[in-house]
C-alpha cells in the first residue's frame, strides 16, 4: 500500500471537487534495501518525470450505482516523450538462437545473417553475448564489450552455428539470462533477444525465468519463428519479463527483426518501468486486462521508447456506497529507472475515483465510451489469447467457450459503442474456432516414471497439425498486440 502525502491528500481532494482525475508529477528515488522513498543528492542533468513521460487515468464512467456492489475499468495511459540532448544509454544484450535440427536449411542461414545484421547496428562499448540451443546449450560467446577488434572474431561464431537436436529452450534461456545478469548495467539497457522455432522440450521452467528476468529488470524480446514453435509459450515469457512477442512469418524477416530491435533499444528513453497500484477502502483489483502481476500490486511493464504511448486497463471491484458518496479508485504509479543517474528512480502519480448515485440518467450519460471501448478492445484480445493457450494445454471445451464468450460480447459492444474495430476483430473469430482443435494433441501420452523417487518425466508435446497453424499464428500475434503494444 502507498503511503499518503498531506500534499498527496489535498490534491486528491482538488481532484475530487472538480470530478476529474489527473496527474502529478513527483520526483523522487526508491530505497531499494527498505522499500521507501528518499531525498535524494543532485543526480547531474536536472530531469523530472514529466520530462519523460506521462501517466493519466480516465475511468469508464464518472458515476456508479449507489447501494449496490459494481465494478469500473480504469484506463491508465502511459506516454513515453524524448529527452534532446541525452545520450543514448549503453546496451547489454544477450541474443539465444534455436539451433535445433528444425532449424535446418534457411531458417538457420537467415538467423546466422540476422544475428550479423544485429552485430552491424551495436556500437563499440556495447556488450553483447550469443546463446545456442538445442538439446543442450552452447554459450559461442560469452558477454563481451564490443570493439573494433572482436567484430571479426564474433562474426566466425555466428558463421559457425549448425543445426542439430531436440529444443532446450529453457537451458538456453537460462544460459542467456545468466550473461545478461553477471554483466548488468545499472546506467544502460539490459535485454535478451529469444529466437525460437519449436515447441520446448520442457516448458515448466519457462514462466518463473521470466518473471524473474523482469523482476530483475532484464526484459526478454520472444521471436517465434514459423508455424511450428509454441506461441503460448513465447507469448508468456515476453509478457512475465515486461518485454515484447512477434511472431516472424519467414526466416527470410529475421533480420529486419532483428535490426528494428536494436532501433527500439537505442530509442528507450524510459527504463525497467513497473506500474504499482493501491487500492481505496473496500476496492479490490480484479484484473489488469491481458497482463499478468509481478505481485499483487506490481505490473512489470519493461522499457519504455520515445513516443511510445501504452493503454493498461485495470478492472477494479467496488463496495456498496451510499447516494453521493466518493469512491476512491486507487493510486497509480509508474517507476522508472533515472535515465541518467543509475540507481535511482522517476515516479510519476495518478488518482482515480467515482461518485455514486442512485439516478440511472446521471449514470447511462457519464459514460466513456472511449475508455470502453479500450476496455473491450483488451478484454477481447485476453479473451483470444486464453483460448489459444487452453487448446494448447488440451481444453478444447474452455477454449471454444472462451471464443464464444469473446465473440458474443464484442458483437454486442461493438454496436452499442459503435466501435468498426471491435466489429472486424468479431469476424475472425470463425475462422480461428475451426483451427483450434489442430492445437489439441492427437494423443494423450502419460509422462514417464522414473526409478528413483521424483517428479514423474514429461514427455515432449506433439504439434499441432500445420495446415490451420497460420490463423492461429496471426490471431496470437494481433492479440498480443493490443495487449502489449505495438
Not at 121 to 135: C, I, Q
Not at 350 to 368: G, H, L, Y
Not at 369 to 396: K, P, Q, W
Amino acid at each position: 500500500m502507498l503511503n499518503r502525502s498531506p500534499l498527496f491528500v489535498f490534491l486528491a481532494a482538488a481532484l475530487l471537487a472538480g470530478c476529474a482525475n489527473k496527474t502529478t508529477s513527483i520526483d523522487r528515488t526508491i530505497d531499494q534495501r527498505k522499500n521507501i522513498e528518499v531525498a535524494v543528492s543532485d543526480p547531474g542533468p536536472v530531469i523530472s518525470a514529466s520530462d519523460i513521460m506521462a501517466l493519466e487515468s480516465t475511468t469508464s464512467n464518472l458515476f456508479v450505482r449507489a447501494n449496490k456492489p459494481g465494478t469500473v475499468d480504469v484506463r491508465l495511459r502511459i506516454k513515453a516523450k524524448s529527452i534532446p540532448g541525452t545520450p543514448r544509454p549503453p546496451i547489454n544484450l544477450s541474443v539465444v538462437v534455436d539451433t535445433s535440427a528444425s532449424m535446418e536449411g534457411a531458417a538457420m542461414e537467415d538467423a546466422k545473417a540476422a544475428c550479423a545484421a544485429l552485430l552491424d547496428k551495436l556500437s563499440p562499448g556495447d556488450r553483447l553475448a550469443l546463446v545456442a540451443f538445442h538439446s543442450g546449450v552452447d554459450v559461442l560467446v560469452p558477454s563481451t564489450v564490443l570493439t573494433t577488434k572482436n567484430m571479426a572474431e564474433i562474426r566466425s561464431k555466428i558463421a559457425a552455428m549448425k543445426p542439430f537436436g531436440t529444443t532446450n529452450l529453457a537451458a538456453g534461456l537460462s544460459a542467456g539470462l545468466a550473461e545478461a545478469q553477471k554483466n548488468f548495467r545499472g546506467d544502460g539497457i539490459n535485454r535478451v533477444v529469444l529466437l525460437g522455432d519449436g515447441v520446448p522440450n520442457d516448458a515448466s521452467p519457462l514462466a518463473s525465468l521470466a518473471q524473474s528476468a523482469g523482476q530483475n529488470k532484464i526484459s526478454i524480446t520472444a521471436l517465434g519463428l514459423g508455424l511450428e514453435y509454441d506461441e503460448t509459450v513465447m507469448s508468456m515469457i515476453a509478457l512475465n519479463s515486461g518485454g515484447k512477442y512477434h511472431y516472424v512469418k519467414e526466416s527470410a524477416k529475421v533480420a529486419q527483426m532483428f535490426q528494428d530491435e536494436v532501433l527500439r533499444l537505442q530509442r528507450v528513453v524510459a527504463r525497467s518501468a513497473t506500474l504499482r497500484l493501491a487500492t481505496g477502502p473496500g476496492v479490490h483489483i480484479q484484473s489488469v486486462v491481458g497482463l499478468p502481476m509481478a505481485s499483487p500490486s506490481n505490473v512489470v511493464l519493461g522499457d519504455l521508447i520515445e513516443g511510445e504511448e501504452r493503454d493498461v486497463v485495470v478492472r477494479l471491484s467496488l463496495p456498496a456506497k451510499h447516494d453521493g458518496s466518493v469512491v476512491e479508485l486507487m493510486d497509480a504509479e509508474i517507476v522508472v529507472d533515472h535515465p541518467t543517474a543509475p540507481g535511482q528512480h522517476l515516479i510519476e502519480r495518478t488518482f482515480a475515483s467515482v461518485k455514486s448515485t442512485s439516478d440511472a440518467a446521471q449514470i447511462a450519460s457519464a459514460r466513456n465510451r472511449d475508455v470502453e471501448r479500450s476496455a473491450a478492445r483488451t478484454d477481447f484480445a485476453d479473451r483470444i489469447v486464453r483460448a489459444v493457450a487452453a487448446a494448447r494445454s488440451g481444453n478444447l471445451p474452455l477454449a471454444m467457450s472462451l471464443l464464444d464468450t469473446a465473440e458474443k460480447e464484442a458483437k454486442s459492444l461493438a454496436k452499442d459503442l459503435e466501435d468498426p474495430i471491435l466489429a472486424e476483430k468479431v469476424d475472425s473469430v470463425g475462422p480461428l474456432r475451426r483451427s483450434l482443435p489442430s492445437l489439441v494433441r492427437r494423443e494423450v501420452v502419460s509422462p514417464v516414471m522414473p526409478d528413483a523417487p521424483g517428479l514423474p518425466i514429461p514427455r515432449k508435446p506433439m504439434a499441432g497439425a500445420p495446415a490451420p497453424a497460420a490463423i492461429v499464428m496471426d490471431a496470437q500475434a494481433e492479440a498480443m498486440s493490443a495487449i502489449q503494444g505495438r
